[in-house]
T-cell receptor
Framework: GESVGLHLPTLSVQEGDNSIINCAYS??????FIWYKQESGKGPQFIID?????DKRQGQRVTVLLNKTVKHLSLQIAATQPGDSAVYFC?????????????FGKGMKLTVNP | DTGVSQNPRHKITKRGQNVTFRCDPI?????LYWYRQTLGQGPEFLTY????????KSRLLSDRFSAERPKGSFSTLEIQRTEQGDSAMYLC?????????????FGPGTRLTVL
């Protein structure tokens, strides 16, 4: 099948390690941020989101950190598993600004080695 | 499976032909979005609907593209006189506006190849 991860930056980790995927966003007016996971041939799958009034949010094995000062977002995955191998995208939106569109970052391909 | 379905999953067509894709959102989701994704890139916003009203269109949506959501449930995206540059994955997403979350849930996409 086609490769979503073609020509994307790649992060390779060992199973069980922690992974950190970074994202720089561009719009200082963005107030809502989402991380999506996309496997080859599938649509993006929601992982975790965060609003701009927070700087950290935790889910199951995942944590999102938001630094509005430098417009940086990160996704931390604890105890990475082979099933976490995919392309990860951050997305931003101005949820209060009248535009509904999500603006996606470039994406990072995560490869988990057993 | 998010509950958003898209058909067909794959479409191969010749340049100049018209194609139509369908999206069925999650039941009771009043907002529906179309995105386009090319290989190695993130999805790019095309347009969105609240119920049957088309409220925002990207400049990416040329006059060869038209989207409808006639009854506020399923939506169709039509591309007329397809060009090779239209080859991409067309993604649909939906959400319920009244929920506090702004999360958009994506379908599996329709992969279009224009020969």
């Amino acid at each position: 099948g086609e490769s979503v991860g073609l020509h994307l930056p790649t992060l390779s980790v060992q199973e069980g390690d922690n992974s950190i995927i970074n994202c720089a966003y561009s719009n200082s007016a963005s107030d809502y941020f989402i991380w999506y996971k996309q496997e080859s041939g599938k649509g993006p799958q929601f992982i975790i989101d965060i609003r701009s009034n927070m700087d950290k949010r935790q889910g199951q094995r995942v944590t999102v950190l938001l630094n509005k000062t430098v417009k940086h977002l990160s996704l931390q995955i604890a105890a990475t598993q082979p099933g976490d191998s995919a392309v990860y995208f951050c997305a931003e939106s101005e949820s209060q600004g009248g535009s509904e569109k999500l603006v996606f970052g470039k994406g990072m391909k995560l490869t988990v080695n057993p | 499976d998010t509950g958003v379905s898209q058909n067909p999953r794959h479409k191969i067509t010749k340049r100049g032909q018209n194609v139509t894709f369908r999206c069925d959102p999650i039941s009771e989701h009043n907002r529906l979005y179309w995105y386009r994704q090319t290989l190695g890139q993130g999805p790019e916003f095309l347009t969105y609907f609240q119920n049957e009203a088309q409220l925002e269109k990207s400049r990416l949506l040329s006059d060869r593209f038209s989207a409808e959501r006639p009854k506020g449930s399923f939506s169709t995206l039509e591309i007329q006189r397809t060009e090779q540059g239209d080859s991409a994955m067309y993604l649909c997403a939906s959400r319920k506006a009244e929920l506090i979350t702004d999360t958009q849930y994506f379908g599996p996409g329709t992969r279009l190849t224009v020969l």
